[in-house]
């Protein structure tokens, strides 16, 4: 899509640090990290997000994470990752542009996880059944 | 796994609101979701993490999101969600048996992404350079 920053980046029409590519991914480290190491992993097919990918694409870009994460961890040192899909401007997606967030965990570096609550069976039940009803 | 709980989740010896199953999945709500309709997409198989999964398991795992995320956000009346996986401890993880969180979002629902830093092209192509030495 001619005006999407991440079709630009695939297409390496905007410079990036390039991490790996195949045929239908690109993976580059984000130029605002949440910490050091925090990659992306695109889909050079353009979608606006994970859930509107094809299957193959979807696909593609999991394998990558599987590929790229260890490197990623171990080259900064970390313990873990986190893998991040944010769909939607509610959850926080910039680009609209299918991609995942690799970003490299180390204990407390000071990324608080969020709140949980709880909930009772009932209330679970409850919910589930809507949900169920739309699958 | 006998002293898995995600094992005993899949394999119904535990109770919970199942949303939905299919030969390689079960998907439930988080009994201390983040926000209400937090689902949990498992794989039936065990593995410690996403990283470890087979491509099939990985695969099929990705393809139950595609399918679940949607009525998660529809049934909650969200704008969006975000799909995460947290890999290691020092990621957040506390089951070690692959599952990726489904959260759904709404806008000023009080969950605060984490700050970014900067980091300038040299620092960028240094770690590049160590992780790609890693693939």
Known sequence: MDSCLFCKL???EIPSTT?????RTVVFLDINPVRPGHALVISKAHAPDLLASSREDLHAVMDTV?????????ATGALGCNVTAN????AGQVIFHTHLHIIPRHE???LAPWPHESATSE???ALGEQIRRLL
């Open 66 to 74: 599987q590929k790229i994460a260890p490197a990623v961890v171990q």
């Open 108 to 110: 407390e570096d000071g």
């Open 10 to 12: 695939a297409l390496h």
């Open 87 to 90: 769909v939607g401007a509610a």
């Open 123 to 125: 209330q679970r039940e």
């Open 19 to 23: 991490l790996f590519e195949d045929e």
